[in-house]
């Protein structure tokens, strides 16, 4: 709802007629085109919009931090709380930022100054802006820690922002962004780099800020569900043109322009079901046609996994202190069925690439094996291990990272093909064109190098390297998590297709729980090191039994605007360090309904119904039904 | 950090034994009779014994090397086969010119380069910035010789500003110190001053377009304080590592210098005993600037945990 004062008042900040320019080479070209948009006092306006949508460019050219050189601001007015922004000179821009509009990045890795301690850099915002004495800026600086809820704040204001997970840096770019009560907070992407219940943990936090402190927001985003649970107003934005502004209950129960409708459509929403019953992702440019595919039946064993563990840092150096080693993999035991997909989950430090680079066979696992084609591979040596390691191949998160810039498309993946040899370049030029046709290319492309390629085609051409040697699983590690959300469905549906007609089987590592949804046959779910929840997809779905997949999903936003989640105050509650696992029960020091047997003993994963297996003293208990019986006991 | 610091200083004990044999085996490797050598052509038969004794040359070369290192913990780096003057003395007596002239170098090239690659960087593509990097190519191109005849033909013989040559000890005053030296240092830290220039703009370059730069500009801190407080602390670390290779680089620099300048520094004393073939000078001096070129080195490396806190947990991070 929206507290508006009764007498409608000049909005807080009017962006008219604005028009950014990029350069390329000698040329300016249009980023953003005649933009309108507006923010009340009090009020969130949600900027949603894919890459290249204008979203950021717009936001930052009303703080005047438009990278100097490659843009500039061509036309348009910003009118900020009765000021023209773009008649002030830098002096007053600069007094202006930070003090009245404040500003909180996505990547909280990058945005803080690594060289320099937490509560310095909080410090300078009220020694700039209100020429603070060191001694008030610092009270002030760990008071705002406190208010963003940092755990032991005090100790934190000496800390280097190294030593702060993601969500913690995070949340002190908020209490950066807020030191000097500014009266709009521009927040571009706030939670895209962070795990999905550490996201709802930041929104929750911005909401009750907002509230608490009066401060209109601008909200940037690509995620539906986070417009959803955050917007007033929704804006949308297409290449760089505004497409659709509406109320978001408006918005979302009634979306007028196609592209806005299409984005929704697109959306992986949870409860939507897999591919194999015949559901497929809309994409922008229209999709496939669905086909229903029950997953093979005993098609045997594509790899088996047996009892892995990984540690790192036992050995010490001389001199060096004798670490405590951290058991980043704890006898985790898989079995993936041909031509089927195993999705593991878990937030990030839970372990599942560190699980992955083991089944890849590229790190060695300190205990267990791993069964490929039904061999087992950890005493394989030399050629006989690069043999089966060829079975096996992989797909990265970011595909802008993992092509080689300087091959092209056809050498990169042709790549695998000229290692093994044995094939002249005439089969090879073939297998790579059929491959092309699979994923979805045009032939034309063969000749370019990564850089003229958009993050999607250049995901399809990793794929398309990962399957030209005819690999028994693919491992695909967070493969879509990078792209936009139409990308996404493209990929999603290219990777069922593939399965459909070649039978491959995938290992599929993922934070979001929607798009496993769509691609998953079973589901493993990961807290620090172990298998804590595995099931058939449609019974995780149904039931999770452990309390951790109840708050991963409660996590999740949804999609509908009407029924909100983050509303009330979520605690600051993160993953414990792998070098320091909980007694008992891992998760038991997240978990709202531990006992003292939950500290006493180690939950195994042992067997339910249906194939169902759950790590938990109490199986179901987060469900309505659990803590139903557990009144009944009580 | 106390261990850090602590495994950082034991590294460095296995690299000065390797320079050590090294420079002991400089002898050693020298083809034919080393004693032959040393005496010189003209040399009686005696003469050569004599060298050969006095440097143990009759002896096995583990014996050899034994007695060498021996003398060598106990400080004594041997005696000059022609003046014989223990080599102690005679480093003693040249070592002050050197250490003034490398640090007035040293001095000049970090209080110019750093400034100017840091402006450069805020300007990448200008004018200024253009001019900054051909004048940093020209200082790197040109030898120092002629950079020092030029000097001294402009500054000492046509506008007689300074001299043109020699030394004025410490004892006479920091001033007259300073007076002699300027000339030499200005055409020493020509080399320098580019590589700082550049090194300085290449890495400011980079991290002017980092994420916590633009975070904090949206705070409103100033463009200077910006680049003063966040970017040039983060740029550190690359600045720190050419300077340290600039102080080895400039072991070498003072040998042309200090004949240029007729300055009576190490520098002069390592020229001349090479053209002599006075062996125990030339295996002390080499020891000497090696030692100092690690020692350098180890003082930039715990440098890096000074400006990044990252580099404190490098064990961590190893793993």
Not at chain 1, 404 to 418: G, Y
Not at chain 2, 49 to 73: F, N, T
Not at chain 2, 215 to 226: Q, W
Request: proline share 6%; charged share 20%; with cysteine.
């Amino acid at each position: 709802m929206n507290m508006l004062p009764a007498n409608p008042k000049l909005p807080l900040l009017a962006v008219e007629n604005l028009s950014v320019e990029f350069r390329s080479g000698r040329q300016w070209v249009p980023a953003v085109c005649n933009v309108n948009f507006s923010v009340e006092p009090g009020e969130t306006l949600c900027i949603v919009g894919e890459s290249g949508s204008g979203k950021s460019v717009s936001t930052l050219s009303v703080m005047g931090l438009l990278p100097e050189r490659t843009a500039r601001r061509s036309s348009g007015r910003i009118q900020f709380d009765g000021r023209a922004l773009e008649t002030l000179s830098d002096a007053e821009m600069t007094a202006i930022r930070g003090r009245d509009i404040g500003m909180i990045f996505q990547e909280p890795m990058t945005s803080l100054n690594p060289a320099m301690r937490i509560g310095t850099q909080l410090a300078e915002v009220v020694r700039r802006h209100a020429g603070a004495s060191p001694r008030t800026a610092r009270r002030q600086a760990l008071e705002m820690l406190e208010r963003v809820r940092i755990p032991d704040a005090a100790s934190r204001l000496d800390a280097y922002p190294h030593e702060l997970s993601g969500g913690m840096r995070q949340r002190v770019m908020i209490a950066m962004a807020l030191m000097s009560r500014p009266k709009l907070l521009i927040a571009d992407e706030p939670t895209t780099a962070l795990d999905v219940t550490i996201q709802a943990q930041v929104l929750a936090l911005i909401a009750e800020l907002k509230r608490e402190f009066g401060t209109s927001v601008i909200l940037i985003t690509h995620n539906l569900g986070v417009v959803a649970e955050m917007a007033d107003r929704v804006a949308v934005f297409r290449a760089g043109e505004k497409v659709e502004e509406a109320p978001v209950v408006e918005l979302f129960d009634r979306p007028q322009h196609p592209y806005t409708r299409a984005l929704l459509a697109a959306t992986p929403r949870l409860g939507g079901g897999s591919w194999r019953e015949g559901r497929v992702l809309q994409t922008i440019d229209g999709a496939p046609s669905p086909s229903v595919m029950p997953a093979p039946a005993d098609a045997g064993t594509a790899l088996r996994a047996s009892g892995l563990g990984k540690r790192f840092g036992q050995t010490t150096g001389w001199l060096g202190r004798l670490a405590k080693p951290i058991r980043a993999v704890d006898g985790v035991s898989l079995e993936l069925p041909r031509g089927q997909t195993l999705a593991i989950v878990g937030e990030s430090g839970c372990g599942k690439s560190t699980l992955a680079r083991m089944l890849m066979l590229t790190i060695a696992p300190s205990e267990g094996d791993i069964e490929i084609d039904g061999q087992a591979t950890a005493s394989l040596r030399g050629e006989a291990r690069r043999l089966v390691r060829r079975r096996i191949q992989m797909v990265f998160q970011d595909p802008f990272a993992s092509l080689h810039p300087q091959m092209t498309a056809k050498q990169i993946v042709a790549e695998p093909l000229v290692n093994l040899g044995g094939d002249d370049s005439r089969t090879i030029d073939a297998k790579v064109a059929r491959l092309f046709d699979l994923v979805g290319l045009s032939p034309a492309m063969l000749g370019r190098h990564p850089f003229e390629f958009s993050g999607g085609q250049r995901q399809r051409i990793a794929i398309a390297r990962a399957i030209v040697l005819n690999p028994a699983v693919v491992v695909a590690d967070e493969p879509v998590s990078a792209l936009d959300v139409s990308v996404q469905a493209q990929i999603l549906n290219l990777m069922a297709s593939i399965q459909r007609e070649l039978g491959l089987s995938y290992i599929f590592i993922s934070h979001d729980l929607s798009v496993v949804e769509y691609i998953a046959d079973t589901v493993a779910v990961m807290y620090l090191g172990r298998i804590v929840e595995r099931a058939p997809r449609a019974a995780l779905y149904r039931s999770p039994l452990h309390p951790y997949t109840t708050m991963l999903f409660q996590s999740v936003p949804s999609l509908d605007p009407n029924a909100r989640r983050f509303g009330h105050r979520i605690a600051a509650n993160e993953l414990p360090s792998p070098s320091n696992i909980p007694t008992g029960c891992r998760f038991r020091t997240r978990c709202p309904f531990a006992t003292e047997l939950c500290a006493a003993s180690d939950p195994a994963l042992a067997a339910q119904d249906n194939g169902h297996e759950v790590a938990c003293h109490y199986p179901g208990i987060a469900t309505q039904d659990g803590q139903a019986r557990m009144s009944e006991l009580a | 950090m106390i261990g850090y610091l602590v495994r950082r200083i034991f590294a460095v004990i296995p690299v000065l034994l390797l320079v050590a044999v090294a420079v002991f085996s400089l002898l050693q490797l020298t083809p034919g009779d080393p004693a032959q050598l040393i005496a010189g052509d003209t040399a009686t038969p005696e003469q050569i014994q004599a060298i050969r004794e006095k440097l143990h040359l009759d002896q096995p070369p583990l014996v050899q090397a034994m007695a060498w290192g021996s003398a060598l913990a106990h400080g004594d780096l041997g005696t000059s086969l022609l003046s014989g003057v223990p080599v102690t003395t005679l480093i003693a007596q040249r070592i002050e010119p050197t250490l003034m002239l490398a640090l007035l170098t040293i001095i000049l090239a970090v209080c110019v380069g750093v400034p100017l690659g840091t402006f450069a960087a805020t300007r990448v593509g200008s004018l200024i910035d253009r001019l900054v990097m051909l004048l940093s190519v020209m200082a790197f191109s040109v030898p120092v010789f002629i950079l020092a005849y030029g000097l001294v033909y402009f500054i000492s013989l046509k506008l007689h500003w300074l001299p043109a040559q020699g030394y004025k000890p410490l004892s006479a005053g920091l001033g007259a110190t300073l007076n002699s030296l300027m000339l030499p240092a200005v055409a020493l830290c020509g080399v320098y001053m580019a590589q700082i220039a550049r090194v300085t703009r290449a890495a400011v370059i980079e991290v002017l377009t980092e994420d916590f730069i633009r975070t904090a500009r949206a705070k409103g801190l100033s463009r200077l304080y910006v680049l003063i407080v966040h970017a040039l602390p983060n740029a550190a670390i690359p600045i720190v590592t050419i300077i340290g290779f600039g102080v080895g680089g400039l072991l070498g620099g003072v040998v042309v210098t200090e004949t240029v300048f007729n300055i009576p520094g190490l520098g002069q004393l390592a020229a001349s005993a090479i053209l002599q073939r006075d062996y125990p000078i030339i295996q002390a001096l080499t020891l000497l600037f090696a030692v100092v070129y690690v020692l350098v080195n180890l003082l930039v490396d715990l440098s890096y945990g000074l400006f990044d806190p990252r580099v404190r947990v490098w064990k961590a991070v190893n793993r």
